[in-house]
């Protein structure tokens, strides 16, 4: 590995760093938007919205995310005669992937809350607002963080993906750099190091989170941390 033309060129590989940034800025903000809404309407109470929401996450898990990427950037130009640069293509598509799987994992700790605070929180008469930001999400929050964080992870290394359509990332400027240099060696050696210098300190915070979590108080201390034990109602009650 010729680290001297890696650091030659190290301001092309920093733009790509910043292009590979973007790309999952952009991509889990739109996952975390959509991903809630499709979350509200998985477990609402209208089946229709239940079927369309649950059709929706089936549909872009399923289906391979280069297929999709590859849909967006050559097909939505020729059905509404409208260019689309391949960066905001292939960010919302990975946003909207991300979503389907973002909404299952807020459902799973919506569902996860002990289902006595519900009930203590109606029985407090409280309405639906306060009941949702005062009991149910601050607990299912907590639950739900380290699951984020190692999706996360995944999600950084899928932004690779956008190269296929020409969006100059990280991974795309190390192969025209091989190209150039006849160096791609030393390029794509470069890169693995700094996507492994990006994603193992997500991925090793999310491993301590789900040490954390996972210990068999945890789900005790989500509850007396709860509403109620604020209000120091007895244990009964919740």
Same mark, same amino acid.
């Given at each position: 590995?010729?680290?001297e033309?890696?650091l030659?060129?190290?301001d092309?590989?920093?733009?790509?760093v910043?292009?590979t940034l973007a790309?999952a800025?952009?991509?889990?903000?739109?996952g975390i938007?959509?991903?809630?809404?499709i979350?509200?309407?998985?477990i609402g109470?209208l089946r229709?919205?239940?079927g369309m929401?649950?059709?929706?996450i089936l549909?872009f898990? %399923?289906? *391979?995310? @280069?297929?999709?990427?590859?849909?967006?950037y050559?097909c939505i130009p =020729?059905?509404?005669?409208?260019? !689309?640069?391949g960066?905001?293509?292939?960010?919302?598509v990975?946003?909207l992937?991300?979503?389907a799987?973002?909404?299952?994992?807020?459902?799973?700790?919506i569902e996860?809350?002990?289902?006595?605070?519900?009930?203590?929180a109606?029985?407090?008469?409280l309405?639906?607002?306060?009941?949702?930001?005062?009991v149910?999400l601050?607990?299912?929050?907590?639950?739900? %963080?380290? *699951?984020l @964080?190692?999706?996360?992870?995944?999600f950084?290394k899928?932004?690779? =993906?956008l190269?296929a359509?020409g !969006?100059?990332?990280?991974?795309?400027?190390a192969?025209?750099l091989?190209?150039?240099t006849?160096?791609?060696?030393s390029f794509l050696?470069?890169i693995?190091?700094i996507?492994?210098?990006?994603?193992?300190?997500?991925?090793?915070?999310?491993r301590?989170?789900?040490?954390?979590?996972?210990d068999r108080?945890?789900?005790?201390?989500v509850?007396?941390?709860?509403?109620?034990s604020r209000?120091k109602?007895?244990?009964?009650?919740?």
């Amino acid at each position: 590995m010729d680290f001297e033309l890696v650091l030659r060129n190290s301001d092309a590989l920093f733009d790509g760093v910043k292009v590979t940034l973007a790309i999952a800025l952009v991509g889990a903000i739109i996952g975390i938007v959509f991903g809630s809404a499709i979350c509200a309407l998985r477990i609402g109470r209208l089946r229709l919205l239940r079927g369309m929401a649950r059709g929706y996450i089936l549909f872009f898990r %399923i289906t *391979p995310e @280069v297929i999709l990427i590859f849909w967006a950037y050559y097909c939505i130009p =020729l059905i509404f005669d409208a260019s !689309v640069s391949g960066f905001w293509a292939g960010s919302v598509v990975l946003g909207l992937i991300a979503a389907a799987y973002l909404a299952e994992i807020f459902r799973a700790g919506i569902e996860a809350v002990p289902k006595g605070q519900r009930e203590a929180a109606e029985s407090l008469g409280l309405r639906a607002f306060p009941k949702w930001t005062l009991v149910i999400l601050p607990q299912a929050l907590r639950l739900v %963080i380290a *699951p984020l @964080v190692n999706y996360f992870s995944e999600f950084l290394k899928n932004t690779t =993906l956008l190269s296929a359509i020409g !969006v100059m990332d990280l991974s795309l400027q190390a192969y025209l750099l091989g190209g150039k240099t006849y160096q791609y060696i030393s390029f794509l050696s470069a890169i693995a190091i700094i996507y492994f210098a990006l994603i193992f300190p997500v991925t090793l915070y999310a491993r301590r989170l789900e040490h954390r979590l996972g210990d068999r108080n945890a789900l005790p201390r989500v509850a007396k941390a709860s509403f109620f034990s604020r209000l120091k109602l007895p244990r009964g009650a919740a």
